[in-house]
């Protein structure tokens, strides 16, 4: 089973930047899209940045213009660079992989990183 694993989390100062990586144990094959969202207490999960199929990518309008979403498939490895941090991006942030398998599409999914942004 191939595994996701976050990393790049911690303390970011408003307007600071961070970058998360989100790495997969070998190469997953027939990907349909590629992304993540954030999970903060009380709140909804929102889907931060995605890849999909087609090549577009897509962001939520919280956070167009400071994130970007990228990949890096030499590598097995996608990331997100998020710049003028809020502390309304204070959340836990989960990369995603949606891919055709045998038995049709499945997700697989990492286990989180903390992003706090406070002064």
């Known amino acids: 089973q191939v595994q996701l694993v976050e990393s790049g989390g911690g303390l970011a100062q408003p307007g600071g930047s961070l970058t998360l990586s989100c790495a997969a144990s070998?190469?997953?094959?027939?990907?349909?899209?590629l992304g993540w969202y954030r999970q903060a207490p009380g709140k909804q999960r929102e889907l931060v940045a995605d890849?999909?199929?087609?090549?577009?990518?897509n962001y939520a309008d919280s956070v167009k213009g400071r994130f970007t979403i990228s990949r890096d498939n030499a590598k097995n490895t996608a990331f997100l660079q998020m710049n003028s941090l809020k502390p309304e991006d204070t959340a836990v942030y989960y990369c995603?992989?949606?891919?055709?398998?045998?038995?049709?599409?499945?997700?697989?999914g990492g286990q989180g990183t903390q992003v706090t942004v406070s002064s």
């Open positions: 070998r190469t997953i094959f027939s990907i349909i899209a």
């Open positions: 890849f999909t199929n087609g090549g577009t990518t």
């Open positions: 995603y992989a949606d891919a055709l398998g045998a038995s049709g599409r499945y997700r697989l």
